[in-house]
């Protein structure tokens, strides 16, 4: 029987190394050893992604391959979560984002690409598309009570959208219930700040590191 140490090296590794059947392998063990699942997947998985974060930033690895990390992540968590109840389920997961491309833009290759991420980082993820009705954004963040609404625009005409939202928000006084994040090409941090959002995220890695700062001080 492996360690618990050799256990989380493996999860890591399923994921750094993109191998599907050591990452099945590697959870049915974290089980059996009962390893605590939030470690696993936060230190086992969450460190292997690290791995593909780092190389798709440094133009080493590409969607393909985020992928196939998010597929076999989600397999293990899976596994690892097997037994627990639902409650406990939801503790596992970092928090829940509500994420689309803004009203009348219809680009989505890059929010894709940072769902993708979130999911393989372990947070809950509700995608609504591109071209995303501001009315639906605001009533989809109250329907499934997410932690962050994250919002694209590709264009500097439909970047006018994301102030939407925060208005409509503070309007329905429940901008206190949710974190906006803010990006896309022509977005800037100076213009999410200028529209009161909470954070600007420039790539799908920063996209994720901003996220987990937000759910931190959320739960603090």
């Not at 939801?90 to 219809?106: C, Q």
Request: net charge negative.
């Amino acid at each position: 029987m492996s360690s618990k140490e050799e256990v989380l090296e493996k999860l890591k590794n399923s994921i750094a190394e993109l191998d599907e059947d050591l990452g099945e392998e590697a959870a049915k063990e974290a089980l059996e050893l009962g390893i605590n699942p939030i470690e696993a997947i936060n230190e086992g998985l969450g460190a292997g992604m690290q791995v593909q974060s780092d190389l798709f930033d440094e133009g080493e690895a590409f969607v393909p391959q985020l992928v196939v990390a998010s597929e076999i992540f989600e397999n293990a968590v899976s596994i690892i979560t097997s037994k627990m109840s639902a409650d406990e389920k939801n503790a596992t997961s970092l928090g829940k984002i509500l994420i689309f491309t803004v009203e009348s833009d219809i680009h989505d290759i890059g929010k894709n690409i940072v769902k993708t991420m979130f999911s393989a980082s372990g947070f809950e993820v509700i995608d609504i598309g591109r071209d995303a009705a501001t009315t639906d954004v605001i009533a989809k963040a109250k329907e499934y009570n997410v932690d962050i609404i994250a919002g694209a625009a590709l264009m500097t005409t439909t970047m006018p959208a994301q102030r939407d939202i925060i208005n409509i928000l503070k309007e329905q006084n429940i901008r206190d219930q949710f974190k906006c994040m803010f990006g896309g090409a022509p977005v800037s941090p100076e213009w999410v700040e200028s529209i009161g959002a909470d954070a600007y995220a420039d790539n799908a890695a920063e996209a994720v590191e901003k996220a987990k700062a937000l759910v931190a001080n959320c739960k603090k």
